[in-house]
């Protein structure tokens, strides 16, 4: 699982970094200010979320089977993340780009991140100490 979750980091966390400089420097003349802004939010959040990612594969990893619970709970958290990078971050990517008008779908992944930062810290909670 720890794998999974390190190779989902380092694919969220590049195209986060070349999606905002592609805003930066691509996007710039040909979005208003305002689509500009909602560009770089949908970065922002895929890039902290890539890090708590990469949290929860370092976490998993450390962790292995010892605690059965604890790494069901830290795959579900990273399995959150994941969903909400791609419904949150990637809603607004298409309405910036595309002018698609997608809902409830980015809140609705909004929430998986806030589902997938609960998990983190039952997951803490969970864990022995040492």
Same mark, same amino acid.
């Given at each position: 699982?720890?794998?999974?979750? &390190? ?11 070349? &999606? ?5 420097? !691509? ?36 962790? #292995? ?12 958290? !990273?399995? *959150?993340?994941?969903? #909400? ?18 809902? *409830?779908?980015?809140? &609705? !992944? #909004? ?6 930062? &609960? ?12």
């Amino acid at each position: 699982m720890w794998r999974a979750y &390190l190779l989902a980091a380092a694919f969220f966390g590049f195209t986060g970094v070349a &999606l905002g400089a592609f805003a930066a420097h !691509g996007l710039k003349s040909h979005l208003t200010t305002q689509y500009l802004a909602v560009f770089q939010t949908a970065v922002q959040y895929q890039l902290i979320h890539a890090l708590a990612l990469l949290s929860v594969a370092l976490l998993a990893r450390q962790a #292995g089977s010892r605690v059965l619970a604890t790494a069901g709970v830290l795959a579900t958290a !990273g399995a *959150l993340f994941s969903l #909400g990078i791609l419904l949150f971050s990637g809603s607004l990517y298409l309405i910036t780009l595309a002018g698609l008008n997608l809902g *409830l779908v980015t809140p &609705l !992944g #909004g929430v998986l991140f806030l589902c997938g930062w &609960l998990c983190l810290g039952v997951a803490a909670w969970q864990r022995p100490t040492p």
